[in-house]
Every structure is written in C-alpha cells, then in structure tokens.
C-alpha cells in the first residue's frame, strides 16, 4: 500500500528537511495562497520495514542561484501575485561523485539528441 502526504515548506531560503521512506515519489508542488506558503505532496509506500532517510529542500526565488549540484523538482506560482517559487533537492557535489563511477556526472534527464546528416 502507498499514501500521499502534505508537506508545507519554507520559502525563506532555509533549508527543509523532510525524512521519507525509500521509494517515494513528488507527486505535486504548489502555492497554496490560502496560506501564502509552498506545499510539496509526496507519495510514499505505507511498508514500515523500509529505510526512512532525510532529504534536504530548498525553495527560491527566480533569478536566485543555486548550487549546480541541486536537482530541479517542481515550481509553485502565487497566481494572484508576481512570485514564483523553484523547490530544488539539496544534493552535495560530493553525493553526485559517490552515485557516479570516476566522479562522471550523470547524464542529464533532458539531453539533447543530435542527428547528423
């Protein structure tokens, strides 16, 4: 069996820290303007025997940079305002080199195909 829960985060440039079961899944990222805060929904298997580990989060505004590092995940708009809010997982660049044989970054999800003629 599996669920989904709520999770609100903040935008305040701090770190969030989150402990989830191994093998979840964002499922939803959003503004919530009832409560002027950013929400993340995260399915999650309800099996008690697996790993429960911290995951790290940070939301930010456009334009605010980020360490290359971090891994896109959603973003939430205030719909009646001008903000938008990017959530990243906070990943170290060491975590990056130790999932990766001989430090080699891993190949981006969106790489670009390149036909030659």
Same mark, same amino acid.
């Given at each position: 069996?599996?669920?989904? $829960?709520?999770?609100?985060?903040?935008?305040?440039?701090?770190?969030?820290?989150? #402990?989830?079961?191994?093998?979840?899944? *964002? /499922?939803?990222?959003?503004? &919530?303007?009832?409560?002027?805060?950013?929400?993340?929904?995260?399915?999650?298997?309800?099996?008690?025997?697996?790993?429960?580990?911290? $995951?790290?989060?940070? &939301?930010?505004?456009?334009?605010?940079?980020?360490? &290359?590092? %971090?891994?896109?995940?959603?973003?939430? *708009?205030?719909?009646?305002?001008?903000?938008?809010? $990017? /959530?990243?997982?906070?990943?170290? #660049?060491?975590?990056?080199?130790? #999932?990766?044989?001989?430090?080699? $970054?891993?190949?981006?999800? %969106?790489?670009?195909?390149?036909?030659?003629?």
């Amino acid at each position: 069996m599996k669920t989904i $829960h709520q999770y609100q985060l903040a935008s305040d440039k701090h770190t969030n820290s989150l #402990a989830l079961r191994e093998g979840f899944r *964002i /499922v939803r990222c959003e503004y &919530v303007l009832a409560q002027k805060r950013v929400y993340l929904w995260v399915e999650e298997p309800l099996k008690i025997d697996l790993p429960v580990t911290e $995951h790290q989060f940070l &939301v930010v505004g456009s334009g605010v940079p980020v360490p &290359v590092s %971090h891994r896109y995940i959603d973003t939430a *708009i205030d719909p009646f305002g001008p903000e938008a809010f $990017h /959530v990243y997982e906070v990943v170290q #660049a060491s975590d990056l080199q130790e #999932a990766s044989p001989e430090g080699q $970054h891993p190949t981006p999800a %969106h790489s670009e195909l390149r036909l030659s003629a």
